[in-house]
């Protein structure tokens, strides 16, 4: 049986915090996660550096909860989902009622980038709802744009407030409606400039060709990487895209970012690239690959088909 | 034990090379370029094709093709390979390092049951070819036989124009090494290729030299996770190109485990 505001509710509990000061966060976090550790549910911190320390003093010694290293776990949105899906497998098959995590992106994720995260804070409402999960969102409204509250608002069903108050979020939208939604790609400088490739229905391997001789800036590690996400890419554009695909590469100083449109619409998966594939998805496996091989990846449906830009390399 | 096979070419040839050709002058340029190497090295050279050695600095002998190879035959992979194990130990009885074949094999390819069967024969070739004073280029008309069944043949060499190359790396059947690139285009060809290369694990492993594996993608790692999981094996995967890893990690393969060399 779950403990606290998630008692009789089935799978994700999913609410946000917003909090202006160190004292508003620790009144909601501290007894968020005493409380949990008291009814003997696993309590898990992925709070930023400094929300983690204010919260870490404010704890007794040994308390038993969790610190996960916040960096290592939101680097990119489908990679969060899959450490966060795992997590969750191991503690409920020791048999955890329910698991209470405490998590804050970190704060360049509410930047240029912040339209994956708020994909993935979407996507997370459906991605855990097998798991007994609570889970509350901290954003320092001091840091955080109106525009990206106005996501949050949206992307949570509930808020969590001081005092042990839940609201429910008037603007929340369904995750697969909200997914679906068409949202132009920011506008990224280096796209200025010419295009050093620009190849219509290229085969996979001319594509990869196309990005190694514009990575020379990359390191290794993200250039092996840009190339798979383009392999893949131009593998499920060609195959169940409609023709032609065009793929248009650009190098900037500190990144590559890497086109590819296709006259079609696009996955009609509204999850596709943030959870593994379905069976039912055509192309699913390497989408959600893609997803996991870029710094940032985006999509969009314009009057010429579906586009989808990767970018490897420095994007905040 | 005559011998090692690749002391007449030690380079990334290993000895085995496929020519794909559209103009038949084309088989007998590349084939006096190979049968010159071999004869340097002291070996026996045998041409088998439908031209006419002349003017060249040696000569090798002289096979017709519909006499080496009847036409509609379908190779009996062991029995070839016996045939070519017999010349190389005579050629050496006869003084010579070994033996250097280069050959038109088009007559031989033609059906796919004649195709599979020569396939598979690449393959006891190669192996043999690791501690035995053979060499050869195997030549095929991709005019005639198309482009398609051409790269196929081509993939099981280790010496070919072919986007990878599956080939043997030891004489045992317990791996082979892997080269170049393997994508949704070539994903066919890898799982005929797997099929024919006939792998035996040893301790539960079938060992895959990829030092020369710059791509692969997430359907041809799926493929060879099946292909390894059917032999009850796990496929030890050794490749600079790490990204490999990382897909095998997300994929959960368990049959296959890919070991980092950069």
């Given amino acids: 049986m779950r403990s606290g505001a998630a008692t009789g509710h089935q799978g994700c509990f999913h609410e946000a915090l917003p909090y202006s000061s160190g004292d508003e966060l620790l009144s909601v976090v501290i007894p968020f996660l005493l409380d949990g550790v008291a009814a003997g549910e696993p309590a898990v911190v992925a709070l930023g550096a400094e929300g983690a320390a204010l919260v870490r003093a404010a704890l007794p010694v040994d308390s038993g909860v969790l610190f996960l290293p916040v960096d290592a776990i939101y680097t990119r949105p489908a990679g969060a989902i899959r450490a966060y899906r795992e997590l969750l497998g191991h503690r409920v098959a020791r048999g955890a009622a329910q698991v209470r995590v405490a998590g804050e992106l970190p704060r360049p994720a509410l930047g240029r980038t912040w339209d994956w995260w708020a994909r993935y804070e979407a996507a997370i409402n459906h991605a855990f709802d097998d798991f007994p999960l609570w889970t509350l969102c901290a954003y320092d409204t001091r840091h955080t744009s109106a525009a990206v509250l106005a996501d949050v608002a949206r992307t949570h069903p509930r808020f969590i407030l001081p005092g042990d108050r839940h609201e429910i979020s008037a603007a929340y939208t369904e995750p697969r409606t909200f997914l679906m939604e068409n949202r132009p790609l920011w506008p990224d400088p280096v796209q200025q400039r010419a295009p050093l490739a620009e190849l219509t229905d290229p085969t996979p391997a001319q594509a990869r060709q196309a990005v190694r001789a514009a990575a020379a800036g990359l390191t290794a590690e993200a250039c092996d990487d840009l190339v798979v996400a383009v392999s893949e890419t131009v593998t499920n554009a060609l195959r169940y895209g409609h023709p032609p695909a065009r793929l248009s590469v650009w190098s900037g100083d500190d990144r590559v970012l890497v086109a590819v449109t296709d006259a079609g619409e696009g996955p009609k998966d509204p999850f596709a690239g943030l959870l593994p594939h379905q069976d039912s998805a055509p192309g699913g496996r390497g989408l959600w690959i893609t997803y996991q091989a870029c710094d940032h990846v985006a999509t969009v449906r314009d009057e010429t088909g579906w586009t989808i830009r990767m970018i490897a390399g420095e994007v905040n | 034990m005559a011998g090692n096979g690749t002391t007449a070419r030690r380079d990334a040839t290993l000895g085995h090379t496929c020519l794909t050709y559209d103009d038949p002058a084309d088989f007998d340029t590349a084939a006096r370029a190979f049968l010159a190497a071999g004869h340097a090295a002291g070996q026996q050279t045998w041409y088998v094709g439908n031209g006419k050695p002349q003017g060249w600095e040696f000569t090798p002998e002289v096979l017709a093709v519909a006499a080496h190879y009847p036409a509609g035959s379908v190779i009996d992979p062991e029995a070839g390979l016996a045939a070519y194990a017999e010349a190389t130990d005579r050629a050496r009885a006869e003084g010579y390092t070994g033996l250097c074949v280069a050959a038109d094999a088009t007559a031989l390819v033609r059906t796919p049951a004649q195709l ?111 292909y390894a999981r059917g032999l009850g094996a796990t496929a030890v995967l050794r490749t600079p190109f790490a990204s490999a890893r990382r897909m095998a990690e997300l994929l959960e393969l368990t049959a296959v485990r890919v070991k980092d060399m950069s």
Avoid: K, N
């Fill in chain 2, 116 to 226: 599979e069967a020569f396939a598979r024969y690449e393959f006891l070739v190669d192996r043999y070819m690791r501690d035995h004073p053979f060499t050869a280029m195997c030549a095929f008309d991709r005019g005639e036989l198309g482009a398609d069944v051409t790269t196929e043949l081509a993939c099981a060499h280790p010496d070919s124009q072919a986007p990878f190359r599956l080939y043997a790396d030891r004489p045992d059947r317990s791996g082979a090494a892997l080269a170049g690139e393997l994508d949704a285009d070539t994903l066919t060809w890898f799982e005929h290729t797997l099929q024919r290369c006939d792998l035996a694990p040893a301790g539960g492993e079938l060992r895959l030299d990829g030092s020369a594996l710059t791509f692969i993608d997430h359907q041809s790692l799926l493929s060879l996770d099946r």
